[in-house]
């Protein structure tokens, strides 16, 4: 109260008080600090990753199955076949919501490492333009290898077996579409954030420089399976991009250049794409 209640009188504010523990009492206990390591790093991707597409899955098989309900049939293939026609707004829910949650679980347990652009840091900063730009013409590079060793061993892939942005690719028309708006503008900066950022450098300071960046490099390899595992070429331009990726982010101490370098990667291969006529 600045005034009593019932007379008026002003009131100062106690000055300097203090409230002593009872003799014999137990001090309360501090919340430890928030630090960037191993844990932390993989509470974030598993938030942001495993259980972002699970929940998407789910909501997406349940919409499918109770559109296929209200049409009278119980038929599981029609159920899958609506789902693949949901592949699109899955794919951009699952990159949308796993960017948002990825932010905010790592504004709530790491916050004082986002800036830290130190190599045990997360290094959420723009950077250098130059740097950014060097960045993106190595991610062309990579892109243009990738592609180049595509064109030598000749591989190719039944549909079947393609991953749902590959199938997306495929498709003219929106799913297209929305195939080159999640892979150049979406994709990038979620992916870039989390493993050459909070990632690399939780698991750096826990297992050090070499650890980090395999361990890193083989859980992003295994993200992209789905896409990769009946490609090997592509495989190929995964590992690469992820080390040119990780190379930028530590010769410029900031994670702009490593979004420019995927950005670039992903840029090169949808032009090639399109330039090589598939429909």
């Known amino acids: 109260m600045v005034f009593c209640a019932g007379c008026g009188t002003p009131l100062k504010a106690p000055q300097d008080v203090r409230i002593e523990a009872p003799a014999g009492a137990l ?31 789910s909501l997406v098989a349940l919409i499918a199955i109770v559109v296929v309900a209200t049409q009278g049939a119980h038929d599981p293939q029609r159920t899958l076949g609506v789902m693949r026609v949901l592949t699109p707004e899955m794919t951009v829910l699952i990159v949308v919501l796993g960017g948002i949650v990825m932010v905010l679980a790592s504004r709530a347990l790491i916050r004082d490492h986002l800036k830290d652009t130190s190599p045990n840091g997360a290094a959420w900063v723009r950077g250098r333009w130059p ?21 030598v061993t000749k591989s190719h892939v039944a549909h079947r077996n393609l991953g749902p942005l590959a199938r997306m690719a495929l498709t003219p028309g929106l799913p297209r579409i929305i195939w080159v708006v999640v892979g150049v503008l979406l994709t990038p900066p979620f992916e870039e954030l989390l493993f050459r950022g909070v990632l690399y450098g939780g698991y750096r300071k826990s297992f050090g420089p070499g650890w980090a960046a395999v361990s890193t490099t083989l859980i992003f390899v295994a993200l992209h399976l789905p896409e990769t595992i009946y490609f090997l070429p592509a495989m190929a331009g995964v590992i690469g991009v992820a080390a ?3 190379w930028c982010r530590l010769r410029s101490r900031a994670i702009g250049p490593a979004i420019a370098a995927h950005v670039g990667y992903n840029i090169m291969i949808a032009l090639f794409f399109f330039a090589s006529g598939h429909t």
């Not at 740097?131 to 592609?147: P, R, T």
């Open 27 to 57: 001090p309360l206990p501090k919340s430890p600090p928030r630090e960037l390591n191993a844990r932390s790093a993989t509470i974030i991707l598993l938030v942001a990753s495993v259980a972002v597409e699970v929940f998407c899955g």
């Open 131 to 151: 740097d950014i730009i060097k960045a993106l013409l190595i991610g062309l590079l990579v892109g243009a290898c990738a592609h180049a060793i595509n064109k």
């Open 244 to 246: 040119a990726a990780l």
